[in-house]
């Protein structure tokens, strides 16, 4: 089995002024290849924390977290950032789509940053994508023009439109109402499918996370149960 996201005894303390805010306090966990894996629990109990980390945007305090066989706290911002484009796919709450961008060319940007893609090979990409999100009679909206189950299908196409092996969405669902919610979800789990893309979300939801198959639950910055569905 190869894992994807390893933690041992990961910790993480945030200082604010004198005050020391313990977020993560020893988790332990191991994500495999291929996984669809909710992070559940209330507001403040760590989940952005540890997506967060995962993606290379913050350093643990204490503990190791390796990331695709790389010890991703080791690297500094630059090898950060570079590690991330090659193999990580974010996607947000609030959508985060370049307004001034159609449908199409926000799922093009990622790809005009990495050198050799040719247009060809972006166009083929791109308009492929759109197919597999359902967005491909809307490739010239706006996301003024779109609604927020529309903007997030975009987000998922940008998301794996450089092969991301690994995607990290903190609380996709969280701006969408439920049924729209669920579909989100369904979609996520169906690029994984056919990609084989390794997705990590969180949700605050307890109706959400019934369509992971593996589920971690965080209460206060420790897991306090773990395991597949309705575990
Ligand atoms: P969640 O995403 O589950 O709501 P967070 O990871 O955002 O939880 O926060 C976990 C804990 O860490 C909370 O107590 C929060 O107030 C604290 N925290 C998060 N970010 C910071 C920060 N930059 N500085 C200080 N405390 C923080
Ligand atoms: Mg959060």
Redesign the pocket.
């Known amino acids: 089995m190869s894992a994807v996201v390893t933690a041992q005894a990961l910790e993480k303390t ?1 200082q ?1 002024g004198d005050v020391a ?1 313990p ?1 993560l306090r020893g988790v332990d966990f191991a994500i495999n290849a291929g996984a669809f894996v909710a992070f559940v ?10 997506l967060n980390m995962i993606g290379g945007l913050d350093k643990p305090s204490a503990g190791t977290l390796t990331v695709l066989d790389t010890d991703i706290a080791r690297l500094d911002r630059r090898a950060a950032a570079e590690f991330r484009g090659a193999n990580l796919g974010f996607i947000f709450q609030d959508f985060n789509l370049i307004p001034v961008l159609t449908a199409y060319e926000n799922i093009e940007y990622p790809l005009l940053m990495v050198q050799d893609w040719s247009a060809d090979k972006r166009r083929a990409r791109v308009t492929e994508l759109l197919a597999a999100v359902g967005m491909g009679d809307q490739a010239g909206k706006r996301p003024d023009q779109l609604s927020g189950g529309q903007k997030q299908r975009v987000a998922v196409a940008r998301a794996l439109a450089t092969n991301a092996r690994l995607v990290l969405a ?1 609380e996709p669902t969280a701006n969408l109402d439920h049924d729209t919610a669920y579909r989100i979800l369904e979609l996520m789990k169906k690029m994984r499918d056919d990609f084989g893309t390794t997705f990590i979300f ?1 949700t ?1 939801d307890p109706k959400i996370m019934g369509e992971a198959e593996v589920v971690f639950s ?1 209460e206060d ?1 420790r897991l306090v149960n773990s395991g597949g569905k309705h575990a």
């Open positions: 945030y604010a805010v977020a629990g209330p507001s403040g109990s760590g989940k952005s924390t540890l903190d969180s605050h965080l910055g």
